[in-house]
């Protein structure tokens, strides 16, 4: 069996009893004129490896093998192993499929030391804001992230501060790549639909990233921010460092957090590293 022999998505389905998962904030991509074109804005696959989670029943993962890209997939639901089998037959060895849960896994044991990776999935909604903030900040360094979210969260990601989406994850993602919508997708795409719209972003690294104690410093800080983002700084930074923080960064403290951009708290938290 090759790749282009596949039984459709809908079919494997049936024949082998699967349905989405309410728990696991499953929907479905079926169709793979839409898998493909998010296969070519995750590309190209010319070195390296891919890190999908959350394949499901395997649609992204057919249009990722069939762009070339060699894939290891990290699927938390062990009833989708059965299809996922069949495509790693008909992958000749470009696909590997681990069952565990993403959220708990050290994925830089997973690939090769210095082995280029790109992490492609449309993550499960209930799970992708922590996952997101773990792949930010932890020990892997991909070269490139595609990831679909629900709109609101893709909305969130690429807000510029004093719009109304702007916050901690705003930030986070900002001070560490550059992150772009390339794609939008509605509810009808994916069975059984969501109730909300999904947007894919594309995150590119920026050329020098903050080391791994200002990105520490950083979600501390921006924890206290917008954790109380209707407060000035001058109140909701008192317990993280108060005029310690603000003076050396030259930031105004009678500011809320939803107008601090991100140079400005990559300079608060850097200062917490300094006092």
């Known amino acids: 069996m090759t790749l282009d022999r596949l039984a ?82 008909a992958a000749e060895g470009r696909l590997k499929v681990i069952q565990g849960d993403a959220l708990a896994m050290d994925e830089t044991r997973l690939v090769a030391a210095g082995e280029p990776v790109r992490i492609v999935a449309n993550l499960p909604y209930n799970i992708s804001a922590p996952l997101l903030i773990k792949w930010l900040t932890g020990p892997l360094h991909p070269v490139s992230m595609t990831l679909m979210f629900q709109k609101e969260v893709a909305d969130r990601i690429t807000a510029q501060p004093g719009q109304s989406a702007y916050g901690r994850l705003s930030v986070i993602a900002q001070a560490v790549s550059t992150a772009e919508t390339v794609m939008a997708l509605p509810a009808r795409a994916f069975t059984p639909p969501p109730k909300v719209e999904s947007a894919v972003v594309r995150f590119t690294p920026k050329a020098e990233r903050p080391s791994d104690a200002l990105l520490g410093a950083l979600q501390r800080v921006t924890a206290a921010a917008f954790g109380q983002r209707r407060k000035m700084l001058r109140s909701s930074l008192k317990a993280v460092g108060g005029a310690a923080l603000w003076e050396p960064a030259g930031v105004d403290p009678n500011l809320r957090a939803e107008v601090i951009s991100v140079e400005d708290f990559l300079a608060l938290a850097s200062a917490t590293l300094a006092s």
């Open 8 to 89: 459709p998505l809908r079919d494997g389905l049936a024949a082998h009893g699967l349905d989405a998962k309410k728990a696991f904030g499953q929907h479905f991509l079926l169709d793979l004129n839409i898998t493909a074109k998010i296969a070519r804005l995750a590309g190209p696959f010319d070195e390296g490896v891919v890190i999908e989670v959350g394949p499901g029943p395997g649609g992204l993962t057919r249009g990722l093998l069939q762009a070339g890209a060699r894939v290891i997939a990290i699927e938390r639901d062990a009833r989708f192993a059965p299809m996922l089998a069949e495509l790693a037959e």
